[in-house]
């Protein structure tokens, strides 16, 4: 069975300043997709950024890019000149191909401070 | 394109009753997940729905059942609610097999007492 897990419950950052929330997990698939989800408080879930196992590249959007270690099975996601709006939920999670079934950490708390 | 949408918003009940949740999937997709997420916690899978069948489910007990309509809409139907059903229940629609991007509706906050 594939495990996610995330060992920051929280983190906080100044603005404008760089953070990087980590994220391991655990399976014997090798092909799977892997995701950082944010949900702002009391808002919906939205998919921040995508990384396909097959690909070496590590995925970039905006500020958000990844570092995905395969052999190591980590994938940590890093942002840039965090933003208030920044704050939230960050949840990990991974996906086996042909399942649209999601695993989800436990999440980290990320607080932006001005 | 009409987003993902849920209902109700909240909805408070007692131990023992049943529940019925409402999941409207995004214009083209049709495959809806639904996911249970405790307080605190991250979301558990509970069950998917692919073109009207039941395609996959996690470790939820039978009580846990559900239906995708012919328009893809889905319900979620939890009968004998104990205590610990307490969580935000959120549906997610897709497109099967494709860029596997999942998109969430903003939930349904169940509360059981």
């Known amino acids: 069975a594939q495990t996610v897990t995330q060992s920051q419950p929280e983190m906080s950052v100044q603005e404008a300043e760089t953070v990087t929330l980590s994220c391991t997990y655990d399976?014997?698939?090798?092909?799977?997709?892997l995701f950082w989800y944010k949900q702002p408080p009391s808002r919906q879930m939205i998919l921040v950024i995508r990384q396909e196992a097959y690909k070496q590249q590590n995925a970039t959007e905006n500020r958000f890019s990844v570092n995905f270690q395969k052999a190591a099975k980590s994938f940590s996601l890093k942002i840039s000149d965090s933003q208030l709006g920044d704050t939230a939920m960050y949840f990990c999670a991974f996906m086996q191909y042909n399942t649209d079934k999601l695993i989800f950490g436990t999440g980290t708390r990320l607080q932006v401070f001005p | 394109e009409t987003g993902v949408t849920q209902s109700p918003t909240h909805l408070i009940k007692t131990r023992g009753q049943q529940v019925t949740l409402r999941c409207s999937s995004q214009s083209g997709h049709n495959t809806v997940s639904w996911y249970q997420q405790a307080l605190g916690q991250g979301p558990q899978f509970i069950f998917q729905?692919?073109?009207?069948?039941?395609?996959g489910r996690g470790n939820f007990p039978p009580r846990f059942s559900g239906l995708q309509f012919p328009n893809y809409s889905s319900e979620l139907n939890v009968n004998a609610l104990e205590l610990d059903d307490s969580a935000l229940y959120l549906c997610?629609?897709?497109?099967?097999?494709?860029?596997?991007?999942?998109?969430f509706g903003p939930g349904t906050r169940l509360t059981v007492l």
């Open positions: 729905y692919y073109r009207e069948e039941e395609n």
């Open positions: 997610a629609s897709s497109l099967w097999d494709t860029d596997n991007e999942q998109f």
């Open positions: 399976t014997s698939e090798s092909n799977y997709y």
